[in-house]
Every structure is written in structure tokens, then in C-alpha cells.
């Protein structure tokens, strides 16, 4: 059974940091590219970051040279470092496993994130 969960959420002040945590069980995901999405109150899920099996990255715009997303393929663990923290990054955060190959997708529970101005 595959399970992605979650840690790290919490409250952090504008200008703080937050370090979430994803670890995958389940199979192995070397090959699959590993994201963070979120989703804030009446607004759409949206990529946040993703980082490919070769280490490749990709931000959203709204998140470059603030948010750092790294894997570690032997632990099956994806992070995102979070700094320079704003009101607008208020949202649950999602891991997300992706291998379009396979035709796999699966997601975390999610994890709340409260940024205060």
C-alpha cells in the first residue's frame, strides 16, 4: 500500500521558515518526480515545487529563491524548505508521486501551513 505523509506544517510568522517533510512507503520512488502542491481557501490546488528522479527542479514563480525542494531517494523522503515565509503562502501543502509512465499518482493527506503578518 502506497502512503505519503506529511510533516512539518505548523504557524510561522511573515519572514520565518518552515520545513515540511514527505515520506514515501509503499515502493520505491526513485523514478517518480516528487512535488509539493497547495491549496488555499477557495482557491485551486497549484504546484508549488517539483524535483525530478535526476534532481531537476521546477518553482512556481510566486515561490523562486524562497522555497528549496529536495529528495533523498535511499530515505524515500522529499522536503521543501520554506524561508523568507509571506501571509499568501497560507495554505494546506500536499506531497505528490508522479510517474506518468506507470500511470501513478498519489498524494499525502496534507499538512496546514499559517503564515501571520
Known amino acids: 500500500q502506497v502512503q505519503l505523509v506529511e510533516s512539518g506544517g505548523g504557524l510561522a510568522q511573515a519572514g520565518g521558515s518552515l520545513r515540511l517533510s514527505c515520506a514515501a512507503s509503499?515502493?520505491?520512488?526513485?523514478?517518480?518526480?516528487l512535488g509539493w502542491y497547495r491549496q488555499a481557501p477557495g482557491k485551486q490546488r497549484e504546484l508549488v515545487a517539483s524535483?525530478?528522479?535526476?534532481?531537476?527542479?521546477n518553482y512556481a514563480d510566486s515561490v523562486k529563491g524562497r522555497f528549496t525542494i529536495s529528495r533523498d531517494n535511499a530515505k524515500n523522503t522529499v522536503n521543501l524548505q520554506m524561508n523568507s515565509l509571506k501571509p499568501e503562502d497560507t495554505a494546506v501543502y500536499y506531497c505528490?508521486?508522479?510517474?506518468?509512465?506507470?500511470?501513478?499518482?498519489?498524494w499525502g493527506q496534507g499538512t496546514q501551513v499559517t503564515v501571520s503578518s
Open positions: 524535483i525530478s528522479s535526476t534532481g531537476d527542479t
Open positions: 509503499g515502493r520505491t520512488f526513485s523514478r517518480y518526480v
Open positions: 505528490n508521486a508522479k510517474n506518468s509512465v506507470l500511470y501513478a499518482n498519489y
